[in-house]
């Protein structure tokens, strides 16, 4: 970090001891799994910036929004519309999870056996080890899964900052319909936080960047598709999670240029790993920052990652947003529409998301699919039986992945994945 | 060309040669806590011109033995079709991980299942039990079925809390024999949920150290009803898949 963020960190309550222990694990797992690939693209410099000051010079910019009246609002699911946030003037902030962090506080108020990601949100804040969750003014739950619906409670009575999206588990038009009034309400609650009103310019305006955002990453996700594949998963993952975190216009700029600088390693055929090697595609669960665990293993066997069909992925950019309303209720409504678009494995029944699977694999040339649970994530280890029935009936490798943030299954893992892969390449060779 | 395959296990380094002539010999030596002058001994006893590496210690000898690595998985498919060459199916039950894997019709890995990170139902876990029962590892399961079973039956997932289960047993006058019995019910119970997972074809080859336990081999014959080869060294599969890689 280029600058002593002390002061910045203790007048927001974080425990600075433990705060500089996690930042020099950062530090140095970045090191190790990022800076050490080769080849990589000269514009990922930007993006290695803002992962050095995720913790310093982006919640200082937070601190001067605040400052300047503006609402920051932390979010953990796509399901949070960014348009509402940004047409109120608020910033959109993804909160900490992705690491094992604070797993015995957290289980004063969770079970044990609940998913890594749920625990490690937890663990941060009771750790006193995420600035993010430290500046909000509202933290957004969602009703996705069991284990979150349960926890915001809890996260509630620590933070008193909650508010909870209720997300229908079925799309049909009486789901729609409560869908629609949970984006208004969730309308009315920002007014009423920001006190700022909504106006079709403004809605219309701050849909006009998200969908610039999603074009960017839907570009990226494009360029993947090459053999030479011009940029590794990691890189992509990290640009995924970092969509979470920036400020959209900037990353959106950014994207771009990366993206141009790909563009033309496409054409003369520069790439990170030989022509030819393995590409996988991972789906499942979503992987918070630092949660770069399986890329690392899988792109260290020699293979690539092509696609994250997960919601730190392809489900967070998918579909792009209509602005042709002339309301504020028919830009609520498009809003509304837009959202219940996503696969997510908390609908019953989802069969967009095999569709949607086998489109990717088809765009993005992959070889095989590694379907990744987070331990006790239910709905998603639940669906991957559905996957791999799928992908088993076309005879594309498949492999089931359940794991969480700790390194004790690394020996297990890498085998599962290097044997994968061996399966990937006798059939290529056949 | 002599070539030989190395398999580092977590409890075993086995070593495989095949000379010129394609005569092959085995060595094998405990890991122990320094794996790297165990494979140096093992290299003294045979050099060979080419190495490939495998098991969970494989990419040891990649940094430092200059060798190809192949996973666990692939070596001993190709060594469990290299001595029965009608394996569709391999169960190998090693120290740490047991693995059932799937072949294609030319021997190629189709598909394969591991235990998740825990030893239940590995070597490891017959080992503690063996030890928990004052049996040595070699006459463990020697018993076969005991004529009265006592209809008792071993619950835990958890190693160490099958092993409280066994004292328990033990403790409440229970014949030895009954517990082997229920003990490696337990483990075939287990690997058989595993083969579920995959498509188990005949023949299946059984793999490993613990494909000398000869009440494991008639439980799995019990259970699966399939052919079940095991070869006379099954332990040495995987390094001689990886000899002939």
Known sequence: MSKDYTTMWKELGL????????????????????????????????????ISEVHG??????LEAKKANKKIIGTFCIFVPEELILAVNGVCIGLCSGAEVGSDSAETHIPRNTCALIKSFMGFKLSGLCPYVESADLIVGE??????????????EITGKVYVMEVPHKKDDSDRF?????????????????SEKITVEKLKESIRIVNEKRLALQRLSKLRAADHAPISGLDALLINQISFFDNPVRFTAKLNELCDELDK??????????????????????????????????EGSGAVVVGEESCVGERNYRTLLDTNFSTVEGGIEAIAERYMTIDCACFTPNTERLDNLEEMMKTLNANGIIHYALLFCTLYMMESYKVQSVFKEKDMPFLRIET?????????????????LEVIREGNSN | MKRAGLDIGSRFIKYAVIDKDGAVSFYKKETGHNPMSVCEELFDSDRADRLTATGYGRHLMEISGNANTITEIKAVARGAREVFPCCRTVIDIGGQDTKVISLKQDGGVQSFEMNDRCAAGTGRFLEIMAKALGYDIREFGRDGYPSDNSNISINSMCTVFAESEVIGLINKGIKREAISYALHSSVTQKVTALTKRID?????????????????VDMFKDTLQKNIHVHETPDMLAALGAALY
């Open chain 1, 178 to 194: 409560l869908w629609k009034e949970e984006v208004e309400k969730f309308a009315d609650k920002l007014t009423e936080l920001s």
């Open chain 1, 15 to 50: 425990n600075l001891q433990a705060h500089d222990g996690l930042l020099s694990v950062l530090t140095n797992a970045y090191k190790n799994i990022y800076l050490s690939q080769k080849n990589r693209p000269a514009a990922m410099d930007y993006f290695d910036f803002v």
């Open chain 1, 265 to 298: 390693r496409v054409k003369s055929g520069v790439g990170v790993a030989p022509k030819g090697s393995p590409r996988v595609m991972i789906a499942g669960s979503p992987m918070a920052i630092p949660n770069w665990k399986l890329h690392a293993v899988i």
């Open chain 1, 404 to 420: 969480d943030y700790s390194l004790e299954d690394m020996g297990q893992l890498k085998t599962r994945v290097e044997a994968f």
């Open chain 1, 143 to 156: 009703t996705t899964c069991d284990g979150k619906k349960k926890a915001y409670e809890a996260f509630n």
């Open chain 1, 57 to 62: 010079l982006r919640i200082e910019e937070l």
């Open chain 2, 200 to 216: 188990v074809k005949d023949d299946i080859v059984f793999a490993g150290g613990c494909a000398l336990n000869g009440t494991l």
